[in-house]
C-alpha cells in the first residue's frame, strides 16, 4: 500500500516535474546569459574562462546540493554559509593542531552533527526551519569566532590544494568532484524510495505521514546531508584559496536560495530538483562576471540577487496559476 502511494507521489516529482517545468527554458537561459556575457567581454568565450567559471560555480553548486533538498521538503537552511564558514576555518586550524586527516573527519563529523541538530528542531520541536537555522547559523558563527580568535591560524592541508586546484584530463578536480556529486544527487532524487519520500514530504507532510513514510527521519537526514555538502564546499575552498579567513562563507547564502529558485525547484517544495539548482549556480556565476564587468559593488549584486528571485518566483508563480 505504501509503495503505490509513494508511486503516485512520484508523478509529481524528479523527471515528470523536470518535464512540466521545462528545464530545458533554464539551461537556454544559461546560454543565452553567457552568450551576452562573451559580447560584452569577448575573453569570456575563451576555454579557460569557462573552466575558471565551472569552478568557481562548483563551490557554490555543491552548497546548492544540500539546499536543494532541504527546500524540497518545505525548508530552507539559512545555516548553510556559516556551515561552509566553519568547515574552512576549522579545517586549518585543526589541521595544524591534529593533521589533515583527522581534521576532514572532524569537519564532516561536524557539518552531519549540526545538520542533525537543525533537523531535529524542525521535526521534533516544532521550530520553523527559518528560525532554527538562523539561531544555529548564529552559533556556528559565535563557536568559529571564539574557536580562532578571529584569527584563523594555518593553511590548506596538500591532499585539499590538490582537490581545489588540481586537475585530471585537463578539468579542474573541484568540478569532477561537482559532477560525480550532482549524478548521485538526480539518481538519489529520482530513482529511489529516499527521493519519492522526500518529494512526498513537500508535496503534503500529512499524506506522507498518512502513507507511512517517517517524515522525522527523512526530514533530519535532509538537514544533514546540508550540514555535510556545506562543510565540504567549505573546505573545497580552502583548497582553492589556500588559507581561510573568518566570513568566507557570507555570500553564500544569498546565492544557494537564488541557485535553487532559478533552477525551478518550488520555493514550498515538492516540485523541482538539482538538474535546475545546477544551472542555477552557474547562471549567478554568469551575472557576477557580467557585474564585474560594469564594476558593480557586493551591495549592487545582493540587490540584482534579490530581484532575481522574486522575478523568478513571479514568473513560477504565473505559470502555476495557468496550470
Known amino acids: ?17 523536470f518535464k512540466k517545468f521545462g528545464i530545458l527554458k533554464i539551461y537556454l537561459v544559461m546560454t543565452g546569459l553567457y552568450m551576452v556575457s562573451g ?5 569570456y568565450f575563451s576555454v579557460d574562462h569557462i573552466m575558471q567559471l565551472l569552478l568557481i560555480s562548483s563551490f557554490l553548486g555543491i552548497v546548492a546540493i544540500g539546499q536543494t533538498l532541504v ?19 576549522i579545517m586549518t586550524q585543526v589541521s595544524v593542531e591534529h593533521g589533515g586527516t583527522i581534521a576532514l573527519l572532524v569537519m564532516l563529523s561536524a557539518g552531519l552533527v549540526f545538520g542533525a541538530l537543525n533537523g531535529i528542531g524542525v521535526a521534533y520541536l516544532h521550530i520553523s526551519p527559518i528560525i532554527m537555522t538562523l539561531a544555529m547559523g548564529s552559533i556556528l558563527k ?15 592541508p596538500e591532499f585539499l590544494r ?70 565540504l ?19 553564500f547564502l544569498l546565492p544557494s536560495i537564488a541557485a535553487v529558485v532559478i533552477g525551478g525547484t518550488s520555493i514550498m517544495g515538492g516540485r523541482g530538483g ?16 557580467i557585474t564585474t564587468v560594469f564594476d ?28
Open 1 to 17: 500500500m505504501e509503495q503505490v502511494k509513494l508511486k503516485s507521489l512520484e508523478n509529481s516529482s524528479a523527471i515528470n516535474v
Open 39 to 43: 559580447l560584452i567581454q569577448p575573453n
Open 71 to 89: 527546500i524540497l521538503t518545505g525548508g530552507l537552511d539559512l545555516s548553510v554559509a556559516y556551515m561552509l564558514n566553519l568547515g574552512a576555518v
Open 142 to 156: 559565535s563557536v568559529t569566532y571564539v574557536y580562532t580568535s578571529g584569527n584563523p591560524k594555518g593553511t590548506a
Open 162 to 231: 590538490f582537490l581545489g586546484t588540481g586537475s585530471f584530463l585537463g578539468i579542474k578536480m573541484a568540478i569532477w568532484i561537482w559532477i560525480l556529486l550532482s549524478i548521485f544527487v538526480v539518481v538519489l532524487l529520482s530513482k529511489t524510495t529516499f527521493g519519492r519520500k522526500l518529494y512526498s514530504i513537500g508535496t503534503n507532510a500529512n499524506v506522507s505521514y498518512l502513507s507511512g513514510v517517517k517524515n522525522n527521519y527523512i526530514i533530519i537526514l535532509v538537514y544533514m546531508l546540508s550540514g555535510l555538502f556545506s562543510v
Open 233 to 251: 564546499a567549505g573546505m573545497m575552498l580552502v583548497g582553492y584559496y589556500g588559507l581561510s579567513y573568518i566570513g568566507m562563507g557570507d555570500t
Open 274 to 289: 538539482y538538474a535546475g539548482s545546477l544551472a542555477g549556480a552557474v547562471i549567478i556565476y554568469i551575472l557576477m562576471s
Open 296 to 323: 558593480m559593488n557586493d551591495a549592487g549584486r545582493e540587490i540584482i540577487y534579490g530581484l532575481v528571485i522574486l522575478i523568478v518566483l513571479f514568473l513560477y508563480s504565473r505559470e502555476a496559476n495557468k496550470r
